[in-house]
């Protein structure tokens, strides 16, 4: 009599777990090149291969009660956003929705499409918390770009990531793009790590000097996907408290003795 029970608090959690990811979807609606998440629901099946069967997950009373939807991933839509025209040089556009900084993090290489950079206790050219922006010199060689003392005038990149200095040229923006952009996970402050997948080079980025992309949440979207979801976190609560209602009746009324 419980399995109702069971089957309405899996879809609560469900739910619950979807308003999670659209609220900070729409927490993020201003921060640049946020990429919206959309959860992917599954059901549960009890003879899965991804998991070791026994004597327990074989029983019909297991594979009644568990058969609940779940969250099985968070998909990352990594659609371009609209470009927004700031003039300050050292803000920098990708133009090509499948190319990525490439940043020198503490943790390792990641990789981002926010390009607010801006000049570390390093003198370096670097992201807003301070990591450096890894480039190709001259020589071809993997690097970081010093930038302290020079003029934001000065500064001029062209459309194929080059980066010039009075019209010198000083390096190219180490850029990469995936085979697989699914396997990149988030890791906060706009930063992606690449797990399974190896970057590789891009001929084309399209740089845009002058220009952030901003975020690409549609709000409106999000409230209409956030309505839905507390409507169906609602409904669920209320088929608990009927199945709880039921549940109460069956235990004190049925087989009494009139």
Known sequence: MLNGIYTTVGGMVASERRLDVISNNLANVNTDSYKKDRPVFTLYQP????????????????????????????????????????????????????????????????????????????????TREG??????????????????????????????????????????????SFDNVDKLQKQGRNLYAAIGTFPRGTATPNIMQGFLEGSNVNPVDEMVQMIDATRSFEMYGRLVRTHDEINGKASSEIGTVQ
Do not use: C, W
Request: proline share 4%.
């Open 47 to 126: 003879n899965d291969p991804r998991f070791p069967q026994n004597a327990v997950r074989e029983t019909l009373y297991n594979k009644t009660i568990n058969s609940t939807s779940r969250m099985d991933n968070i998909y990352t839509n990594f659609d371009r956003g609209t470009m927004r025209e700031t003039h300050n040089p050292f803000d920098i556009a990708i133009g090509n929705s499948e190319a990525f900084f490439a940043i020198d993090a503490p943790m390792g290489v990641r990789y981002t499409r926010d390009g607010a950079f801006t000049i570390n206790n390093d003198g370096l050219l670097s």
């Open 131 to 176: 990591f450096p922006v890894i480039i190709r010199n001259t020589d071809g060689e993997l690097d970081t770009l010093a930038v302290d003392g020079v003029g934001q005038g000065d500064v001029i990149v062209a459309k194929d990531g080059g980066i010039y200095f009075d019209g010198e040229l000083m390096g190219n923006f180490e850029m990469s």
